[in-house]
């Protein structure tokens, strides 16, 4: 996936000005204790942090 189509999901589903305050603030466990930013950061696939914020915050399955 690529980082424009993640955060286009990251916008569409948490509204285009709390994507990126959610991504810089969330730490996520299943993220090994990141937020979105600092996992993109170190390595993670777009795709599977997408995942992770589906599955933690329960998005709908016709927006994963």
């Known amino acids: 996936m ?3 189509v993640f955060w286009q999901r990251m916008a569409d589903h948490f509204g285009p000005g709390n994507a990126d ?3 810089r603030d969330h730490v ?4 090994g204790g990141r937020t979105v ?3 993109l950061d170190a ?3 777009a795709k599977d942090v997408w995942r992770v914020v589906c ?4 998005v709908p399955g016709e927006r994963r």
């Open 2 to 4: 690529r980082l424009t």
């Open 21 to 23: 305050t959610f991504a």
């Open 55 to 58: 599955t933690v915050m329960d």
């Open 28 to 31: 996520m466990a299943e993220l």
């Open 37 to 39: 930013h600092q996992a």
């Open 43 to 45: 390595g993670w696939d």
